[in-house]
C-alpha cells in the first residue's frame, strides 16, 4: 500500500509544533499524533492536517516515492541535502542531539533518531577531496545541556526535522 505524505500542526498551550506524517491516510495519521501523545503523557487541543505529497515539487520530492512505498506509519523529516525524505519510527518517536567531532575541526551538531542516521547527515554534507580521510567521533549530548542552554532544543528534538543544528543566543536552531 502505498503511503501518503501529511503536514501536521499541533495546536496545544505551548508554541504549536509542526511535523511530517507518513500513513496511508488522513484518519491515521491523525491516530499517530494521538498514539504518541498518549504515550508521552502530553496534552494537545487539536491537529491540522493537510496532505502535501501531491503537491511537492522538483527537489522537494528527493527521496519521496521511495519513502512512500516502503516507509512504515511514522513521522518524516523533509529533504535533508544530499539525501532526501527520511522516515523515522519508533514506539514512543523521540529523536536525540548528536556531536560529531572531527579531529581539528569545529564540533556539528546534528539532530538525528540514531547516530547512523546522523553519520549520514553529516557525511552528506561534506565536500572530500581524493584520498580525503575524516576521523571523526559521534556522542548523545541530548542530556548534556543544562536548561539555560536548552532554548528551542525540546521542541526541535519532539519532531524534528532531522537536520543540523547550532546553538546561539536565542537557542538551538536549523542550519539550511
Request: glycine share 6%; aromatic share 8%; net charge negative.
Amino acid at each position: 500500500m502505498k503511503m501518503q505524505l501529511f503536514e501536521v500542526r499541533i495546536v496545544r498551550e505551548d508554541e504549536p509544533p509542526f511535523t511530517y506524517v507518513v500513513a496511508p491516510s488522513e484518519a491515521r495519521a491523525v491516530e499517530l499524533i494521538r498514539e504518541h501523545h498518549q504515550r508521552i503523557g502530553r496534552d494537545y487541543d487539536s491537529v491540522e492536517i493537510c496532505r502535501i505529497d501531491d503537491t511537492l515539487v522538483g527537489d522537494e520530492r528527493t527521496g519521496l516515492d521511495d519513502m512512500l512505498d516502503s516507509a512504515p506509519v511514522g513521522f518524516a523529516s523533509p529533504p535533508a541535502p544530499g539525501i532526501g525524505w527520511l522516515a523515522h519510527t519508533a514506539t514512543v518517536h523521540r529523536l536525540r542531539l548528536y556531536r560529531i567531532e572531527e579531529q581539528n575541526r569545529a564540533e556539528i551538531f546534528i539532530i538525528a533518531p540514531n547516530p547512523d542516521i546522523a553519520a549520514s547527515v553529516w557525511a552528506s554534507a561534506l565536500e572530500l577531496i581524493d584520498d580525503d580521510i575524516r576521523l571523526y567521533r559521534i556522542f548523545d549530548e541530548t542530556e548534556q545541556h543544562a536548561e539555560d542552554h536548552r532554548g528551542g532544543l525540546d521542541a526541535l528534538l519532539e519532531f524534528g526535522p532531522i537536520s543540523r543544528i547550532h546553538y546561539s543566543e536565542g537557542g538551538w536552531k536549523l542550519i539550511g
